[in-house]
């Protein structure tokens, strides 16, 4: 079964306006990423969180990560029509060893209109 | 720099036909992963591995298998393909624990 599951599944909003998206995960994780896919390519990676870490900033991007609640939030500041794409969380659930097993919700489809 | 090559790019296959999916990657990660992205479902960990000679299987593995003879290739194998496994299918690499690299992915079509 997926880890994480993305929430809203879509959001539609303003050239300008912040955009914010959340995260809700199962078992307990050793990071946290989350990634941007445009259509019909590949995902991009945009920042990554250790479990340790509770707020890491990137440019126009804010994450946050509460492990007591086992969830995540991605901000997108100043929202620009080129950031309209779908959004994913991905998790690495700590499961012993060396094994390096990432997985992906469903993930949040973002329209930015102009 | 390619970073993650896939090939085919699109693939049309008749049921019961086989096929490799082909995955190559130049950054000497020792992570490297497939998935299947179907509509409203996300992405799914088909299988993955950790270094050379060393393979899992991940949420969805079944009809699927791979190998994993050099730290650079990762090809998937689909033994008798079935319309179940239309989808696009992604490989990914990255150093352990860290963030993915994806190809492009590979559109197949089973009929």
């Known amino acids: 079964s997926q880890q994480g599951e993305e929430d809203p599944q879509a959001l539609s909003i303003q050239e300008g306006e912040n955009a914010t998206m959340n995260c809700s995960y199962k078992t307990s994780i050793n990071n946290l990423q989350w990634y941007r896919q445009n259509s019909g390519r590949g995902l991009v990676h945009l920042i990554l969180?250790?479990?340790?870490?509770r707020e890491k900033h990137s440019g126009r991007l804010r994450v946050t990560l509460d492990t007591s609640k086992k969830s995540s939030s991605l901000l997108i500041t100043a929202s620009r029509a080129a950031d309209t794409a779908s959004y994913f969380c991905?998790?690495?659930?700590?499961?012993?060893?060396?094994?390096?097993?990432?997985?992906f919700g469903k993930g949040t489809l973002l329209t930015v209109n102009p | 720099n390619a970073g993650v090559t896939q090939t085919p790019k699109f693939q049309v296959l008749k049921t019961g036909q086989s096929m490799t999916l082909q995955c190559a990657q130049d950054m000497n990660h020792e992570y490297m992963s497939w998935y299947r992205q179907d509509p409203g479902m996300g992405l799914r960990l088909i299988h993955y591995s950790v270094g050379a000679g060393i393979t899992d299987q991940g949420e969805v593995p079944n009809g699927y298998n791979v190998s994993r003879s050099t730290t650079e290739d990762f090809p998937l194998r689909l033994l008798s393909a079935a319309p179940s496994q239309t989808s696009v299918y992604f490989c990914a690499s990255s150093f352990a624990f860290g963030s993915l690299h994806f190809g492009n992915g590979t559109r197949l079509t089973v009929t």
């Open positions: 969180i250790r479990s340790n870490e």
């Open positions: 991905a998790t690495d659930a700590i499961s012993g060893g060396s094994n390096y097993k990432l997985t």
